[in-house]
DNA sequence: CTAGTTGCAAAGAGTTTGCATGGCG
DNA sequence: CGCCATGCAAACTCTTTGCAACTAG
């Protein structure tokens, strides 16, 4: 069965300053294996990894192709109540607190009988930069 | 490299007309494995998967915490112009045709400098019958 | 007949788990 | 000290690929 208490480790909190240190890219485990800036074996990362989205501190992407699943620095509980947009071409993710997104999702609820979920709800597209 | 025609076989229509029986349901590759109303080999079954999606006739769903991928039915071509609604709880999939949408994109890349596609994007919530 | 398709088995990518050793508190 | 965490390697899941036999057109 899974611990009670969790430990305060070195290769835990390496891992949560690196995705602090880059808040607004995403990583999948490979990369940060790789860049070897991060003395930490590969199981030891996916469990601090799933730790770490499990406590809320990263967010976690899945690829639609089946791919590596990519980490991003989760910067607050605010996230849950704001949409976000990901671009498909560079993969950043831009947050968008912005009360026409409240008046949507009233009127899918009222008009579609749907309650969505802001906070696990992502829109894809492209963003500003890489629309040149 | 791949084929430059394609052949209409007995194994991918099985699969197509499977999926078009079930056009509110997901799939994913192990369930049609299992399920052994469709006698295609396991290679085989991706490839048909891979083909009747890049043609259009099946939506592909990736899992957030990288499990199976999950396929169904596209209905129409019509789907890449509006947003869809996907349960969290029953998974299934709601085709929201709403002007507010397009009014929706048209905000966003107006003053988040964002363009969505909509035929990417999922929004994520409870649908009326879970609510109960 | 020719080129695409099938199915098996083997390989591959990404991730998880078992287990002995090491470290936090 | 008692647990929990680490790291290596092996196992696992999902998916793709190589190849010889097969089949649609």
New binding site residues.
């Given amino acids: 069965m899974s611990?009670?208490?969790?430990?305060?480790?070195?290769?835990?909190e390496m891992v949560l300053q690196f995705f602090a240190a880059h808040p607004a890219e995403c990583f999948?485990?490979?990369q940060l294996i790789d860049q070897k800036q991060i003395?930490?074996?590969?199981?030891?990362?996916?469990?601090?990894?799933?730790?770490l989205t499990q406590e809320g501190h990263l967010k976690k992407f899945a690829q639609a192709?089946?791919?590596?699943?990519f980490y991003q620095y989760n910067e607050s509980d605010a996230c849950r109540s704001h949409f976000h947009l990901k671009c498909l071409r560079c993969g950043r993710l831009v947050h968008m607190d912005c009360s026409l997104m409240k008046d949507l999702q009233d009127h899918i609820a009222a008009d579609h009988d749907f309650w969505v979920d802001s906070g696990k709800s992502i829109l894809y597209g492209i963003c500003k930069t890489c629309r040149g």
């Avoid at 969790?6 to 290769?11: E, M």
């Fill in positions: 611990p009670t208490r969790s430990y305060h480790t070195r290769q835990r999948c485990a490979r003395p930490v074996g590969t199981a030891t990362l996916y469990r601090a990894l799933a730790l192709d089946g791919g590596p699943a």
